[in-house]
T-cell receptor
Framework: DAGVIQSPRHEVTEMGQEVTLRCKPISGHNSLFWYRQTMMRGLELLIYFNNNVPIDDSGMPEDRFSAKMPNASFSTLKIQPSEPRDSAVYFCASGLQGAEQFFGPGTRLTVL | GESVGLHLPTLSVQEGDNSIINCAYS??????FIWYKQESGKGPQFIID?????DKRQGQRVTVLLNKTVKHLSLQIAATQPGDSAVYFC??????????FGKGNQVVVIP
């Protein structure tokens, strides 16, 4: 099993640009989570999906952030427009409901 | 890596010694707990879990202890190796499917 796959691994962009992060969860998992990790705030849950349906997006910072899960094997997290304070490592994780979550390698985002 | 390193409690341990990492949780209704290990530049990696109907669970070189009375969780690593150097997070499950992560503890293994 390849585990959770995220792309790109690194993204450097300029303020105001649109950023799209991608995630392929582990096959068979019915839950998908997007996290953001920074030195100041640690690991924060942004949004999670159950069976492709967004369940809780209360962690999404503001309207500039949006996430989709069009099917069981793909999800995107989009930031538009991006700002320097969005710089962080973004993790996608997947799992079975009520069980441990398996994390991807993360996308390191730098907004200049 | 990007894990929060500068402001974390740090445990320095000699290679071969045992390590103990502690964690307190706040939700008395939590019934499932997980320890994760995060190495520099990588995502958190599942180590071991425990449910609230147990107070101890052992894995390979790791033991998790749960004290529900004082809402305390600990991770013991036996015979610590250089590869154990990482940030360790405890997490508890709430709302059926969400994990609340602690701030993390940095473990530095001295060869």
């Amino acid at each position: 099993d390849a585990g959770v796959i995220q792309s790109p691994r690194h993204e450097v962009t300029e303020m105001g640009q649109e950023v799209t992060l991608r995630c392929k969860p582990i096959s068979g998992h019915n839950s998908l989570f997007w996290y953001r990790q920074t030195m100041m705030r640690g690991l924060e849950l942004l949004i999670y999906f159950n069976n492709n349906v967004p369940i809780d997006d209360s962690g999404m910072p503001e309207d500039r952030f949006s996430a989709k899960m069009p099917n069981a094997s793909f999800s995107t997290l989009k930031i538009q427009p991006s700002e320097p304070r969005d710089s962080a490592v973004y993790f996608c994780a997947s799992g079975l409901q009520g069980a441990e979550q398996f994390f991807g390698p993360g996308t390191r985002l730098t907004v200049l | 890596g990007e894990s929060v390193g500068l402001h974390l409690p740090t445990l320095s341990v000699q290679e071969g010694d045992n390590s103990i990492i502690n964690c307190a949780y706040s939700n008395s209704a939590s019934d499932y707990f997980i320890w994760y290990k995060q190495e520099s530049g990588k995502g958190p990696q599942f180590i071991i879990d425990i449910r609230s109907n147990m107070d101890k669970r052992q894995g390979q070189r790791v033991t998790v202890l749960l004290n529900k009375t004082v809402k305390h969780l600990s991770l013991q690593i036996a015979a610590t190796q250089p590869g154990d150097s990482a940030v360790y997070f405890c997490a508890d499950l709430y709302g059926n499917n969400r994990l609340a992560f602690g701030k993390g503890n940095q473990v530095v293994v001295i060869p």
